[in-house]
């Protein structure tokens, strides 16, 4: 299979096949629950993931969390807690968002701050053989200059990359530098190290939790595009530069940012959805089911009408399982289609052309129904292609929790109206929740009710 290689900037031959692929993702600094654009890049990483688990890869995943950082720092002050309490609960909040989008957990979540001990032994290795050094006040730079490599994922010069830089504030050396180790300040969390209190920079904690649960090199390493300069940049550089082996990673993958009409969505722009939200709207199949409708590398626009057509194609999935043919008729051959669906997954996770397939073997289902033919084996495959990307197509639409009480309300009235043999008026709210996709069914306990879409 071919997977597009943001270092070379472009399509390379990838072997899926014998042994363990080993996969890590950029994690989320847990400060703030989770938005869209969180959802757009895990459920990607998670379909490439799934995907080479389709076609016999056994992936090790690691996906870190980043349990220190200045924004978890200043949330925790505004708000008045402690720290570790507000990592604890958007740690619990990712988990509750991941598994509702029918994300497979990773192998392994290694936080930050468990792997202090990893990154002195990584951070202590580049100084000794010259490639970092340490400032006055304590903290720790990596020496840009020491590696000449600098730039390949960027695809830039770092001399015009430190043309860019204006300002020098910290006590660097080059403007380009940067911390490795950040010395403490008054009334913040901090470790103490080799070289005086203080606490991780950003970047050396993917590098040491990478090689302390991976290794040295790394099949695939992901993040969005947004991560490329500088985080990717600086992981290469140290992790290169500590352990001599190059390549640290041999395939590099990012995904496209997410749009709101034309703005890339982030918090500072208030285009915020968080997760939740999205799944109160649509289910979680129709949330996968829109991010996958586009290529992986472009821009994603959000848009309800775009999300509302995802949740009509589940839909379709879901009804050709219904469908029903005869078994002694000619049976629907199945096999094109799931050629045309690896064909596409193999050029580059294309899931756009992949779910063609897929809509195109249900329309051959359905055809096959119809004239009466066999259809239970091209079922199962649909089945198969459906799971490859993570779909589940059995939840429908889950409800908020003010429509359930709208519901349990309508079902009370409802009753009470039975109650006075008033059948008319039972009837009309019968028929209003059967117009909100609401069954009910009046049996020897109450009446119960359930979701028809
Ligand atoms: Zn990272």
């Keep these: 299979m071919k997977i597009f290689n943001t270092l070379s900037g472009q399509k390379e031959e990838f072997s899926p096949t014998g042994g363990e692929v080993k996969m890590y993702v950029c994690g989320v600094t847990v400060y703030d629950v989770c938005h869209f654009g969180h959802a757009l890049s895990y459920v990607t990483f998670d379909v490439m993931r799934r995907y080479l688990e389709y076609r016999g890869c056994k992936v090790k995943y690691v996906q870190n969390f980043t349990d220190i950082d200045d924004k978890i720092i200043n949330r925790a002050k505004e708000r008045g807690v402690p720290w570790r ?3 604890e609960k958007y740690i619990g909040k990712f988990f509750t968002d991941i598994d509702a989008l029918n994300i497979k957990r990773a192998t392994i979540y290694p936080r930050a701050t468990e792997s202090i001990g990893k990154m002195h032994e990584v951070i202590q290795g580049l100084m000794d053989k010259g490639h970092a050094y340490r400032s006055d006040d304590g903290s720790v730079y990596f020496r840009v200059k020491s590696f000449p490599r600098y730039g390949q994922l ?14 020098l504030t910290e006590d660097k050396e080059d403007p380009l530098d940067f911390a490795l180790w950040k010395a403490a300040k008054p009334g913040e969390p901090f470790w103490p190290s080799p070289w ?28 969005g595009q947004d991560l490329i300069f500088p985080h990717h940049e600086n992981e290469i550089a140290q992790s290169e530069c500590f352990s001599g082996v190059h390549p640290f990673v041999r395939i590099w993958i990012h995904n496209g940012f997410l749009q709101l009409g034309s703005d890339k969505m982030s918090k500072s722009l208030g285009n915020l959805v968080t997760i939740k939200q999205a799944l109160e709207r649509n289910s979680s199949d129709a949330i996968r089911m829109f991010i996958m409708s586009s290529y992986y590398r472009m821009p994603l626009r959000y848009s309800l009408e775009a999300l509302d057509a995802a949740e009509n194609g589940i839909e379709r999935l879901r009804q050709a399982f219904k469908a029903e043919g005869k078994n002694d008729g000619e049976a629907v051959d199945a096999e094109p289609f799931k050629a045309r669906f690896i064909d596409a997954m193999d050029d580059d996770f294309n899931a756009p052309q992949a779910l063609a397939a897929v809509f195109d073997l249900v329309r ?5 129904a119809e004239k009466g033919m066999n259809i239970q084996g091209a079922q199962n495959m649909l089945r198969e292609l459906s799971v490859a990307l993570g779909l589940t197509l059995q939840q429908t639409k889950k409800l908020t929790s003010d429509e359930e009480s709208k519901i349990e309300a309508l079902i009370a009235r409802r009753n009470e109206h039975r109650k006075a043999k008033e059948w008319k008026k039972a009837d009309e709210i019968r028929d209003e929740l059967a117009g909100m996709g609401i069954a009910i069914e009046d049996t020897s306990r109450g009446t119960v009710w359930k979701t028809t879409r």
């Design 364 to 368: 051959e289902i359905n055809r096959g």
């Design 85 to 87: 309490e507000l990592v």
């Design 196 to 223: 005086g209190d203080g606490r991780p920079g950003w970047h050396i904690e993917c590098t040491a939790m990478s090689m302390q649960h991976l290794g040295q090199t790394l099949d695939i390493h992901g993040g």
């Design 154 to 167: 960027t695809h830039q010069d770092p001399e015009e990359m430190r043309n860019k830089i204006t300002m």
